[in-house]
């Protein structure tokens, strides 16, 4: 026996009462699971960026295009290591209602630039580069509609139309990538820029942004600077930030996503907090002449916290432990109905820490206030009292 | 039986001072569970009216196919004038068709609140653009005056963005703007736009001659059918007609949906946290009280009193805990101005709505879990041995 | 007072306040008890019996006076260090057994050795001696529930017993229980005090239990009388 298995016995005397406890953590903390997963998918933009990226595009809004002119100046700008472009294509399949992630980018540049995301292998990067109505597809992309290397598919585009009046453009799978990063997410693909410019039938060399790397994130703030000032009072303004700022700002359009989980979680807690603390204190106070014998065999004050405290800890890390796994359960089974939503949700190691370090503090909390209780009380009135 | 069930009740209510701050710690989870839900529902809800406002019947729209949304849609200026006079089409006192060719774009402005850019929409409307729309009405300064930098701005834009009091200067790239007139349109998403002049946007932003969509009062209640008739019956058209009122509603089930699966569901687990703790509070109710109920059993009560006794404290904590959390989300949400992200990748502002009939639910919601709280407690009460309830 | 007393008490007063009452339960008591003495008190009803013992056991101070044990003075050591001396000098039995509900009977007496650094098998071995002593060993697995008050009590002496304290302190050890138990759990202490050495102070009501005693203290109104017993 050991100081464990009297807390263990302490907490388990009264079973119902322990596992109605344990029930309402593992449900606060299996909605803080699933809602930090949530809000890690939305802010996966901002974790996959990087620090030497930044992103250009036009001041009005990033909806607003820029020309395509751009594109060679940027690349003489001092402390600009490789530059890219993009444009967005407004895609779906077969139907409006199938949204799909289409770009169409500047095909050598965009694979090294955002190589670092996505695992494009040599011999598909040279057939992409190649194939002028070549597409790289995502994994995840290719999975939902089973599509393979070779295929030739109809990618049809909500906004732009070809000059034959058509909305679709045919283009032939080159390769299926994987990501590099696990907050990446696949469900997209790419398709070239040049064709795609040449059949369209409006917007004829303009693009939709800009990404850049810089010799090193030093340098940011003089090339944002730089950049911005080349094209001050001109038709075509620009805004330059890093690919962080620009995901972050994206995000935070979508409302505020953090204060909304953090006033429900926090209602949890509170919820938790109330109900644990207060059954804590009336399971000790019943046990007051079994913890004056405890006193009186000779354990200290001390002794008698460290166990109350421990009972409220493994309590909520029992309660805590079995509500994060419910969470990576719930996030895996929403993994693919929410894919288009919320891609990329998933439990972190940061989640599960952040659970683990309020385990911590709820046990502490709860235990405060009987663990106090114990540590004071005197043995004679105890014993009076029972 | 009715007297002593009303005995038995009352013993019970009066000893909850005994368990207060068990007790209170169900009131407030019972509480916090409702606001967790109410504030979720009113946020739909809000959103939902918001856009439902936006639709009028009698006012079609026009996108390309396969568009979705107006912010991607392109339609030539050849199109534009055959639906001008398309059959359905309503035209004024002059016989000019009741038709505006608009464009959409999107334009950065800073939310108030948080100080990060948002995407606001900027429509150039045409010259009977104000007048299709119902509703529409200028509580301060002038409409715009055709072919000048001018805009008037939508009063929750306003109310959410910086810099756009009557007045002030706004700079879109390289041009200027000024702020001539605020307008209130029934509480519907154009309160969240920016409108101008549809040639001055055409040629301040690079695009001329474009159009996105085209909006166009209807004749009558057959308008829609015979604009779609002819719409369909011309090659040269192939658009997508709808009326504007199937367009927004396409628009606000989707987001709403969305809001509400995510507040119910967060509400029921939260709900069976409540649930443990009332559950709890009952078993410790019951036992407290073993001695009590035994005595009453002792001299002749019957069992289903300490039955319904339980079931009523609980009842009473839960409702309690309901009815607070109704009315703090009432005071807090009600009329709580936020915005996201709409269809057509713009802010869209709208307010909570805690109506009636989701109180309702709240309150409802709080006494399931009052009863569920309560009932096998209840039940333990009633089957509580007499000889073990008196050794206490 | 001789050097051989394990026992100490000179002067100690002690009283309480209840309400705007103050009563005085001893005022300057002197008391000594040898080592390997088996002292029974007894007394009327609220003559401050139990006060004693646990002035004895260091869970109360006296107001003034000094109490020696085992060559320590404790009415000056704190709440740590009385603890520390309770878990190495003292026994308790009460007259409600007191047993933890959750443990075994073996790991009730196994408590006290927790606050010792003997390690697991060290443990298990004086848990097994303490519970073959009180004629327990078939039980070490049973739970308090499962077992008669005597029983019961027979455990609370094993675990009285475990750390081997030189001091046992029994407030009404047979208060509870019928003649044969009692006379049980008696016959366990005779042995205690006589086979093993054991100081014993013993609270009853009983005469027949303070028989089993090799002296009785009667206390009144704070102050003892002594009846040595004739063997
Ligand atoms: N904590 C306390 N506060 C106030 N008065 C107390 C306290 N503890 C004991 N007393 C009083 O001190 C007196 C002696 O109590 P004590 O428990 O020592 O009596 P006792 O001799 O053991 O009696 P009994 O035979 O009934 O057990 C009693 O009058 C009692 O009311
Ligand atoms: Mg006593």
Redesign the interface.
Known sequence: ???F??VR??L??KK??AI??I??IL??F??FGV?AAFERAFNAGEDVSEADRLVVV????F??PLPIAYFNRIAAVEGVRQVTFANWF?G?YQD?KNFVIVMAVEPETYLKVTGTDFAFTPEMTQAFVRNRTGTLVGRALAEKWGWKVGDRIPI?S????QKNGT?TWDVTIVGIFDKNKPQADTNLMFIQYPYFDETRS?GKDTIGWLVLKTASSAVNDQVIKTIDQMFA?????T?TDTEKAFNK?FV?????IALIVT??VG??F???L??V???M??AIRERT??IA???????????VLRLVLGETLLLAVIGGTLGLGLATLATLLMRQSLSM?VPGLRMSPEIVLTAVGFMILLGLATGLVPALNAFRLK??EA?GR? | MLKQIVAVTAINLKSIPRRF??S???V??VA??V??LL?FLAMSAGFRRTLASSGAADVAIVL??????E????IARDQVRLLEDAPGVARDAQGKPLASAELY????GI?K??G????LPLRGIGESGAAIRKGIRLTEGRMFAPGSNEVVVGKSLLREFQGFELGRTVK???ALWTVVGVFEADGSVFESEIWADLPVVQSL??RPN?FQILRARLSGPDGLAAMKAFNDGDPRLKLDVKSEQDYFSEQSSQTSD?IQKLGWP?AI??A???M??A??TM??SVASRSVEIATLRAIGFGGFPAFVGTLVESLLLAGIGGVIGAVATWLIFDGFS????GAS?T?VVFSFRLTPALIGQGVALALIVGLIGGLLPAIRAARMPIVQGLQG | MSDTSLVRLAGVSKGFVKGKDAITIFERLDLAIPQGDFVAVMGPSGSGKSTLL?LL?G??RPDSGEIHIAGSRIDTLS??QL??????T?G?V?Q?Y?L????TAA?NV???L??TRLGKAE?RTHVETALKIVNLADRAKHYPREMSGGQQQRVAIA?AIVSDPELLLCDEPTGDLDRASADEILGMLTILNRDLGKTIVMVTHDPAAARYASRTLHLDKGHFEEKELAA
Request: aromatic share 10%; proline share 2%; glycine share 8%.
């Open positions: 026996m050991n100081d298995l009297l016995k302490n388990f005397r119902l009462r109605l406890m029930v309402s449900i606060a299996a909605i809602l036009n001041k009005i809004n909806t607003q407004g779906y409006p049809s909500s906004i732009f139309s909305h409006f009072n001109s038709s075509w303004e805004a700002a935070a359009q979508l409302g505020n006033l429900v209602a949890a509170v919820t938790i109330m109900i603390g207060n059954t204190v009336m002449r079994e014998v405890l006193k009186t065999l000779g354990f200290s004050g001390a002794r939503f043995i004679v014993m029972g | 701050w068990l209170l710690s169900t407030v989870a916090l569970v606001m967790v504030s390309r196919a396969g568009a979705r949304a912010l991607n849609s392109v774009l999107v334009v950065d939310k609140t948080t990060t850019k948002a995407n879109f790239g390289t932003f690079n474009t969305l967060l687990a939260m069976f946290g409540a443990a703790g559950l709890n078993y410790s936020a915005s996201t992200l990748f802010q | 646990n056991g869970i109360d709440e740590g603890s520390q001396w309770r878990a190495a003292i308790f009460f409600f007191n933890m509900p959750m443990l790991q196994e408590l006290p927790l606050l443990r675990r």
